[in-house]
């Protein structure tokens, strides 16, 4: 029913459990999209579409292992050096 | 919101403002038992918020407590302006010598409350104001300062009104004025206030209106009367759809998805903001579309909530497509709005180029919203589309309504 | 040149670290020649900052630090709590206050307007989104981000009021877009009781140099546009003024309430129908639909040369 239609999240293998991170992820996403789970960084699917863009996340984690998707814009990608 | 007259009259009468011997009843049963206790000839009253019920029958005079029975039963089962009654008040008749009329509403222009009085009570203020200007006096007074007697007493005497009536009046004219600001009024009115034979004074009716934005702070009084929370009171009754788009707004804390108000036509509206949804809906029937709903979204909603309301107009019976318009806007994010409309035609199995008329909203984050609308195939306008011109699109689009059986909406759901 | 405010104009944000008065702190700190938002006030919050504004615990505070009186405060505090703060502004020198908050109650909003007639401030509001004079200076979230509102609003003659935030701002827009700049243009708020009508920003207005002409936006309920027809015909005012009825359906639903608190029919003189008559009968006039307003007011323009 709820799958994203407008918005991904990829996250890098390399932070999925870094428990600290998660923890701030979960803080710092207006839209709850991160959550700390009992393995470490979880992805709220049904939340995906709510995301607003902001970066935060991005600012948040190390340079490049978070990827916001924008699935309407070819799979544009938030974030992405220039 | 309006208070029932049984209602306004525990109002007067907690401020200190003499009432005739009274009681409220839901049943014959209760009202035989009050006018057993008045013991004396009664009035029974039909206890509605629409106007018109002496002539629909809703005020009935009785001798015997039997008889305010009989009466009683007739008038609880009396549908009045389509509304049942919510019970009978069951009033003591005073022999009146004379009516007076007392009142208090705001003046938007001066900024300030006005006292109303008039020695011509009974009849509707407005009336008299009209045909007999020198039977109506008003003066404004301060928020700042508590109401002090001699301004109710200065109103009445310019009336030439001296003696015990004046005396008699000054205390109960000034306790309205304070009732009015104590409780968050924008309505207080006895009319009539009559005075009897021995030269006292009753509020023989009255009228309160509590201002819904003060309802929080207005608890203890509302709690008192037994007025629930959930209570609107509006001029109509919310309808089912209504109601269902009260819950939408309530589903997250983000925007605001309200006002939804029920129309027959084929055309959806998800339209805001306040003043963007007032002159779309105006716009909408000038160029002779016929709109399925009014409503206003804003203040940013969430994608989930933007979804929420499109789906319920989406299936409303008769709906055949959505225009989705609003002003301008600088806090309301457009690509937020273009998800939920979209999700909400993707999930319901219908194809958004095909269900939404027309998705006119510029503003805030346009460029990306406009990625979206594209890759979905909408039809979608920027500012240099007027709001009435995307009106008139839609309506264009839409045609006239059409029948309601293997509609559109019908092949469009098959198609999934 | 500009009403109300202009680019030396001194403000303060009171509740100035919820949500939307960050961004709104924000957008007008970008805007134009850049707001003098010289302080911010949080109750419990003295010492920090947003966006580079200091906030403090009290009005008082702010007016020491700052040094001097402070002109005006924008108010964006829960409704229960403005009433408050808006005296709070007023006996602590401010001259103009203008109150976003929606849903403050009548009697609140009386005495707010009572004392600040006693202290001679002005307010405008509530329930608005506050003044602009393009490309110099914003006062609240008209307009929003600061790259948006410059998308809509460009300077010029024309003065707009409008008892919807929204509306100023498309308005504006079909304005600009057809030449015709703004002086200033006023969110005046959607209340019943707002701390300026027309009638009394009309004054302002006339006496601006800039103001060749007015545009206003108006809604059913209430006696304002009344007030304002008897203002105009009074004063022989200089400016030709168009002004944009929304709403024309409510005059079939009495007793329901639209689009804003003010906005309910309820007698004869809250109808639609009854304030374009009054408006045309002091020579406003009533335009059909928005985009028809720019050639209306150019109309009038070239008329009076
Ligand atoms: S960009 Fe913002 S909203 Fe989107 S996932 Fe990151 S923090 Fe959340």
Redesign the pocket.
Known sequence: MSAALF?D?EVDDSIAGDRELAAK?EE???????RAGAHGLEIVSEN?D?????????D?SPPGT?R?VKLYDDGAV??APR | MRFFEYESRAIVAKAGIPVGKHGFARTPARAREIAAEIAAPVVIKSQVLSGGRMKAGGVQFADTPDEAATHAERVLALEIGGHMPRGVLVDSRAAVQHEYYAGVVWDGIRKLPVLLFSDMGGIDIEEVAERHPEHVVSAHFSTLRPFADWQAKQLISSLGITGQALTRLTPIVARLARLFLQYDMTLAEINPLGELADGSFLALDAHMDVENEARPRQRALLAELGVGEQETRQAREPTAFELAGEEVDAQDHRGVAGNVTEFDGNLGLVIGAGGGSLTLFDAVRSCGGQPANYCEIGGNPSVAKACGLAKLVLTKPGVDKIAVMMSIVSNTRVDIVARGVIKACVELGYDPAEKIAIFRIPGAWEEEGFKILARYGVDYADRSVSLHEAARRAVERIGPQSAPVDGPQHDARERV | MSILIDEHTTFIVQGITGREAVNLTRECLDYGKGAKIVGGVTPGRLGRDVHGVPVFDTVAQAVEHHGAPIDGSVVTVPPAFTKDAVFEALENGIRLVVIVTERIPRRDVAEMVELASERGARIIGPNCLGIIVPDVIKMGGIGGPAKDAAKSYTPGPVGVISRSGGMTTEISSTLTAAGLGQSTAVSAGGDAIIGSTYAELMPLFEADSQTEAIVIYTEPGGRMEADLARWVTANDSRLPIVAFMAGRFMDEMPGMSFGHAGTIVEGKADTASEKIERLAEAGITVAEEIAAIPEMIRAKLGARV
Request: charged share 10%; proline share 4%.
């Open positions: 918005i999240v992820l710092v996403c207006p839209v709850d999209i991160f995906l709510e995301c607003v863009l902001c970066r935060l996340c991005l948040a978070i916001i938030l974030g």
